[in-house]
């Protein structure tokens, strides 16, 4: 069984940073794309961003793109999310997401089989 299990959610004042980790375990994790995508209040679900099963290439919404950075270690089945220059609007919940029989990464959220339980990060102004 396929387990996501997501971490370092928190409390940070606008302009910092944080990390966020996911592990994964179930399956053999190098074979497939990873992806993060976040849910604020009263709004859907969205991509933040995504990375090929073995790195090699990475997808960013624009809202993020040069402030949020993914990536994986394969050897340890964890996937990261590094985010910096927080803003407010990056409050949300952040979900660790995995495709099923796909390495290529993908911002459609269908596109997705398995889900964590989320992590909140919270950015205050």
């Known amino acids: 069984q396929v387990q996501l299990v997501e971490s370092g959610g928190g409390l940070v004042q606008a302009g910092g940073s944080l990390r966020l980790s996911c592990a994964a375990s179930?399956?053999?994790?190098?074979?497939?794309?990873m992806g993060w995508f976040r849910q604020a209040p009263g709004k859907e679900r969205e991509f933040v961003a995504a990375i090929r099963g073995g790195g090699s290439i990475t997808l960013y919404a624009d809202s993020v793109k040069g402030r949020f950075t993914i990536s994986r270690d394969n050897a340890n089945n964890m996937v990261y999310l590094q985010m910096s220059t927080l803003k407010p609007e990056d409050t949300a919940v952040y979900y660790c997401?995995?495709?099923?029989?796909?390495?290529?990464?993908?911002?459609?959220?269908?596109?997705?089989?398995?889900w964590g339980q989320g992590t909140q990060v919270t950015v205050s102004s």
């Open positions: 179930g399956r053999t994790f190098s074979s497939y794309a």
């Open positions: 997401a995995s495709r099923d029989g796909s390495s290529r990464p993908t911002g459609r959220e269908e596109g997705y089989a398995y």
